[in-house]
């Protein structure tokens, strides 16, 4: 092996060399390891020549020892004759013999005075083999670098490109394996305190199933510390390394840091003939462990995301039960299918209280049909009682060989959530949420909980007051109707906006641009209108959930749409209003919000409830542009501004009061006040209000859209 530019470098050095110690054969020859003595460089020496006879092996093991010997021997030389004497010099470089430099005479041996001569050369021979052996590690270690640099960039840029983190891990390691060259590799990751193998190469049983603690052993020091390590042979009495393997050697363990936060531990290791890792390696793994950290974050984030979604869809599909006018029955079955199928979940069951005081399943999705129907009172000391009982979720873990399992566990799942189905310290029920796999983690245990509040309505269906669940029922027809007949023109106006920006490309495209704003505009306007008719569908009936719970949905709501940043307080003790007096509150604050975000100009709000011993007040204060109110009330029905009306109007249905104060500059306060107790003068108020099961009138503006601006 040879990195010289000139292919005929050694023959004529060797041949000059042989020249200058008048030798009519000259030979460098190496024994490598457990082997044989073989030719490297020659001169007139036959091709067929083998260094085992006995002479010749004799004297090079002698000088390959250290010591020069002389002797006769029977050697073919390349020109057809047989060299007769034979002088062996130890080739030494730093007090290490890499080899030996054979001189061949055909009719005379060598005398003394050819020593001093054959040693010089032996000596040149001994730097010209260092320098091209070092040429040659360079070389190699340049091609081995620039090997393990594509392979890395290779395996760099498959991670960032994965989107499973899976996949994602399974790729590291097998991408860490070939550019490392390693026979073991394994990706940890914290969970709960606890570093756990999620992929691993190489790796028995055993050690895929062993969990070290943060601090324990070497990946938890690693973990703990942020601090890469690279380890050469075993390591015994480390007091760094509590709990640790000691027959680990020659391994790089780097941390998964993504950020300022460790989320796991890479290692990788390597044993038999390869040569040792250097720390260029473990900035190397390094390197690429903060790309896996990056991108399992980002996945995980995307994860996330893509849950929340999940959550939305599934939380906006249970608020629309109850509101389409379906048979209660009919609808919880609809939520029950719904979360098994949106949050893939392998059992849900809705267990509810009857007035009997049993507790039946009520809806269910991946029960059998042998399953009981009715849960034992011996089973009410479980899981399923402290989360009835408790009014908070629970997680819980079947056992798969249970003799016995509880009625709300099926064989199909071992991890569960049971999240009670309560509002105003009262609980009807369970929900009960079911899989085979990872346990469920507190995220996903407090979204049950919020699931089994919206399904709080429909679970007590049928146990409800009918005079309230009458009203609720009218109202939310009638907030149907505005929406069927609002968004009609609506769209009607969006579609005739774009076909006019058609006829304009058509005719004359500098017309397009109005067109195109204009269509705009209106279709940004119906999404706004669709979203407030949501808005009060949801908050038409609050369904238990008590006012402040409701009010602050609804300011979430508000932030999420229009970006404005709204605070909530509250002063007192809360009280419990009837639910004709909390919707009237809640459409209130929903039209005054709806006026901040979309009329004040401002940055901020502020809703306060207050609670008193008599009645309830409710204030929305912003720091917009203000108004003036007497102007403003003087052209609301001229204009077709009916929310200050109709938020004065739905106070005083109630027995209640709203007060309005605003400046030019100075902001604006809508507040409130809502009596608890009902009287016949409220009584005949709201009977007025609500509409008769006869049709309404289309000359005449009801309260609902006049509170929609219509």
Known sequence: ???????????????????LARADGLAIVLRPRDASFVTYAAHNVSAECVWDRAVEDGLLGAALAGDPSDGEVAVPLADGRTATAMR????TWAEHRVGVLAALRVDAPFGDDDAEILGRLASLVALELVEENAFWRIQRAA???????????????????ERDAGSLLDRAVTGLARVFGADGVSIQLVDDGVLAIRSALGL?????RDRKRIGEGISGFVANTGQPLLLRGPIVGDERFTGNDPSIADALVAPLRAGDQVIGVVSVKRRGSAPPYESADLDSLSIIGADIAATLSFVDAIARAEEDRKQAIALYELSRLGSLGGEPQQELETAVAMLADVMHHDVVGLWVVTPEGLVERRAFRGYGPTTQGVLPEAEMAGPFGEALAGQRPVRARAAVDDPAPPAWTVAAATEYVLAPISAHGRSIGVLVLGRAGQPYTEAEADFGATAAEYLFDLAGAENATAADEQATSVERRRIAQELHDGLAQELTGVVLSLEGAQRAFERNPQLLGPQLAKATREARATLADVRQYMGALRQSAPGGLGLPTTVSRLIDDVKRQSGLAVEMEELGTEHELEADRQRAVIRI?????????????????????????????????DDGRGFDPAAMAAMAEADGHYGLVGMRERAEAVGGRLRLISAAGRGTTVEATVPYERDAVIETALRTELPSSAPVSTQRHGILARLFGR
């Open 1 to 19: 092996m040879t990195i010289e530019h000139d292919g005929e470098f050694w023959p004529t050095r060797i041949a000059m060399l042989a020249g």
């Open 88 to 91: 062996a010099l130890p080739v």
């Open 143 to 161: 091609s081995e670098h620039e090997a393990r640099t594509r392979a890395s960039a290779e395996l760099q840029e498959g991670i960032l490109a």
């Open 204 to 208: 028995s049983d055993e050690a895929r």
């Open 589 to 621: 604050v929903g039209e005054a919000l709806r006026n901040v975000a979309q009329h004040a100009g401002a940055r901020r709000a502020t809703v306060t409830l207050s609670y008193r011993e008599a009645d309830v007040t409710v204030g929305i204060t």
